[in-house]
């Protein structure tokens, strides 16, 4: 044994060199994700599901000799990836515009920890992927009736911000005026269906899917603040500077992501659907292609300025400090990248019949009636565009306005706002719309 004692430390210190050359071969990329969010899919969900991140570093791997190895990690909201990125524990994530503003303001007072703002995932230019949503019975009419009630919200998310800017918009006070419950927005779902809230105000999809189940009906329709608002991608300053090939990597597999979604939509829900317990017909009215949300990775001026737009009343409610948003917004790593223009087909309306793989359009909010009407095949959803805001929305769940011809919103407020400004129109129910058409 004392003689086999050297050869077998020789054996064992080799062994630990050679792991060690090893694991110093290894690139770790570790990702935020929000899955849920489908708004952000083509950086997270849909991104992940088509391992086109790792098709990417493999053939990054390749060139560099060196393996790359990707840590994802599902959160449901933006708040805890921006903690876990001050803390260097997230190299990139995904997060709405509110929550990015957040974490620039909370990295920038770490030398180490800045961010930097590389790529938009998608956006919707109304402001529609915020709404705010009450139980089915609820006695409210309009956003002005929540007075003295209790909303959920996760503070500090994109649909926190709506809630707060369309209540301060009506004169209310979001901290006097109504009760702010700080939730997860799948326990805000819950507390909603349970009757332990009266409202519930947030991000995609959480409003589609508890609307889509019966479980809830739209109140206010963040399209009517006609503010931007999107989603983008961040990443460590200090991890692209030192791994500048696995960001350009991850952006070009973003940009696979946003083309197979862009031209293949239906498969596309599909596998977000799969992947998240999401009812496929809610992924659809967001991600179709003339869904609530246009994926495009390009950091559009508009959007940019949308972000300038939102400091200030940021800073109004102790949302954030200072922000430098110059040093936040980086453009030069998509530059370099070939993004391809956004292309949204024009039509009024869409059915997704049972059985089908694909919908059918409809040139009017009438044929779109006339085509379910006339069809002997089940529908499994129907989306039609708000005659005021353009939200695409579920045509059984809208308020249809008849007189000279049926015009839909996907709000009563906005139902009875027309109703009221033309003599002789009436709210009809779907099922009557159905037979005027």
């Known amino acids: 044994m004392r003689r086999a004692w050297p050869a077998l430390l020789l054996a064992l210190l ?31 969900t849909l991104l992940r ?18 393996a790359y190895r990707v840590d994802w990690q599902d959160y449901s909201t933006g708040a805890p990836i921006t903690a876990q990125m001050v803390a260097g524990k997230i190299d990139i994530g995904s997060m709405g515009d509110f929550p990015l503003l957040i974490n620039a303001s909370r990295t920038q007072e770490f030398g180490d920890g800045r961010t930097a703002l590389v790529s938009a995932t998608g956006y919707n230019l109304r402001g529609a992927l915020n709404m705010v949503v009450v139980p089915s019975s609820s006695p ?36 006097r005026d109504v009760q702010m419950i700080n939730q997860d927005p799948a326990v805000g779902a819950s507390a909603l269906r349970a009757g332990a809230v009266d409202a519930l105000g947030q991000f995609v999809a959480w409003p589609g ?34 791994n500048p090939d696995v960001v350009q990597a991850f952006l070009q597999a973003q940009l696979d992501a946003t083309a197979f979604l862009n031209a293949h939509p239906m498969a596309a829900a599909q596998k977000v659907a799969a992947a998240t317990g999401l009812a496929p017909e809610v992924v659809y009215l967001y991600n179709g292609p003339n869904g609530l949300v246009t994926f495009d990775p390009t950091l559009r001026p508009d959007l940019i300025s949308a972000l300038q737009k939102d400091i200030p009343f940021l800073r109004s409610i102790g949302g954030i400090k200072g922000l430098d948003l110059s040093s936040f917004v980086d453009t030069k790593p998509l530059s370099s990248l070939a993004v391809p223009s956004v292309h949204r ?18 040139s009017s909010p009438d044929a779109l009636l006339r085509l379910i009407r006339d069809s002997s095949k089940k529908v499994r959803a129907a989306y039609v565009d708000d005659a005021l805001t353009g939200t695409r929305w579920f045509a059984d769940k809208s308020y249809w306005v008849h007189g000279n011809g049926l015009r839909p919103f996907d709000t009563e407020a906005e139902a009875r706002a027309y109703v009221s400004a033309h003599p002789g129109s009436r709210i009809v129910d779907y099922p009557t719309a159905v037979r005027l058409a």
Do not use: M
């Open 14 to 44: 080799s062994a630990c060199s050679v792991a060690s050359g090893a694991a110093s071969n290894v690139v770790t990329v570790v990702v935020g994700y929000q899955s849920k969010t489908i708004n952000t899919v083509t950086a997270g």
């Open 49 to 66: 599901a088509q391992g086109y991140l790792e098709q990417r570093l493999s053939e990054l791997g390749r060139r560099t000799g060196k």
């Open 140 to 175: 409210a009419h309009s956003l002005a009736d929540l007075r003295g009630k209790r909303i959920s919200t996760s503070i500090g998310s994109a649909g926190n911000g709506t809630t707060v800017r369309a209540l301060s918009g009506l004169g209310l006070d979001p901290d």
């Open 209 to 242: 899917q508890l609307v889509f189940a019966g479980q809830a009906r739209l109140l206010y329709d963040g399209a009517a603040l006609n503010l931007p608002t999107w989603h983008g991608v961040v990443v460590r300053q200090k991890y692209a500077a030192s």
């Open 345 to 362: 087909p024009v039509n009024a309306g869409e059915v997704w019949f049972a059985g089908d793989s694909s919908t059918v359009t409809a």
